[in-house]
């Protein structure tokens, strides 16, 4: 199985920019599609951004297109969500998610994930 771990969540102006990343332990990422979603208090858990197992292909939410990016690193074994341009708006806690044997664009259109981490709390004020 796999144990996920989100880091870098904290408070920061808007404007401002923040790193996440998901460490996973136990099995290998190489056969899963990743992916970044966030609540709100009060709000539902949404979709915010999806890789490939190769990492070569990702999906973005509409309302974070052009100011984050996701990624995977060479060995596979972490995801990162570097967040640039950030607005109140964006303050939820946010999530990565494993989805074995899915396409990105799966888990960009609602697949069920196999395995979530506990996440991490990003606050950003006016």
């Known amino acids: 199985q796999v144990q996920l771990g989100e880091s870098g969540g904290g408070a920061v102006q808007a404007g401002g920019s923040l790193r996440l990343a998901c460490a996973g332990s136990?099995?290998?990422?190489?056969?899963?599609?990743m992916g970044w979603f966030r609540q709100a208090p009060g709000n539902e858990r949404e979709f915010v951004a999806s890789i490939s197992v190769n990492g070569a292909i990702t999906y973005y939410a509409d309302f974070v297109k052009g100011r984050f990016t996701m990624s995977r690193d060479k060995a596979k074994d972490t995801v990162f969500l570097q967040m640039n341009l950030l607005k109140p708006e964006d303050t939820a806690i946010y999530y990565c998610a494993a989805a074995w044997g899915k396409s990105s664009a799966a888990v960009a259109k609602g697949v069920g994930m196999d395995y979530w981490g506990k996440g991490t709390l990003v606050t950003v004020y006016s």
């Open positions: 136990g099995r290998s990422f190489s056969n899963y599609a």
